[in-house]
T-cell receptor, first 109, second 112 residues
């Protein structure tokens, strides 16, 4: 079967750094997405990785290791508005997206 | 502002009733999708359409139907609603098959 694993919930402090991990087992791999979803709102695109390595975009970075079936999303200089759920999704061999259940990130002052 | 519009945003429905959730996009994206989101579960694909005139079944298609008469519209119909269909439904589109998704604001459906 296909599986995406992420921690259910994480807590971090404003101004700090947090790393949200995602491990996957899918039938094939054609890229990995990270989305942010604030409570009661729609998911919005954060990043896309298809090759190994780190992709940096402002305060957010995403890392991929295809050999390990592993990715992480790194959030720096945390702000209260970063409190949200972070969704990991993998594009499988059929180019269908398989979604993790999401990680709820709580930021404390 | 370009994007995806879903309607209704919220609906309470009696079991056994028929319901259509509407989805319209103005970005001229080829691919469109319907997902449901339930607490503790990842987004689950109900139906998708890679281009106007074609549709396909996703992970949880039973009890749902879709049509894609043109590029912009992708309605989702529940022929006879059941309480297990209580969920938040998201419509999404992408310019290419399984590319970056753009989501509508969601439709919260409660079936009693």
């Amino acid at each position: 079967g296909q599986n995406i694993d992420q921690p259910t919930e994480m807590t971090a402090t404003e101004g700090a750094i947090v790393q949200i991990n995602c491990t996957y087992q899918t039938s094939g791999f054609n890229g990995l997405f990270w989305y942010q979803q604030h409570a009661g709102e729609a998911p919005t695109f954060l990043s896309y990785n298809v090759l190994d390595g780190l992709e940096e975009k402002g305060r957010f970075s995403s890392f991929l290791s295809r050999s390990k079936g592993y990715s992480y999303l790194l959030l720096k200089e945390l702000q209260m508005k970063d409190s949200a759920s972070y969704l990991c999704a993998v594009k499988d061999s059929n180019y269908q997206l398989i979604w993790g259940a999401g990680t709820k990130l709580i930021i404390k002052p | 502002i370009a994007g995806i519009t879903q309607a209704p945003t919220s609906q309470i429905l009696a079991a056994g009733r028929r319901m259509t959730l509407r989805c319209t996009q103005d970005m001229r994206h080829n691919a469109m999708y319907w997902y449901r989101q339930d607490l503790g579960l990842g987004l689950r694909l109900i139906h998708y359409s890679n281009t106007a005139g074609t549709t396909g079944k996703g992970e949880v298609p039973d009890g749902y139907s879709v049509s894609r008469a043109n590029t912009d519209d992708f309605p989702l119909t529940l022929a006879s609603a059941v309480p297990s269909q209580t969920s938040v439904y998201f419509c999404a589109s992408s310019p290419v098959d399984a590319g970056e998704l753009f989501f509508g604001e969601g439709s919260r459906l409660t079936v009693l």
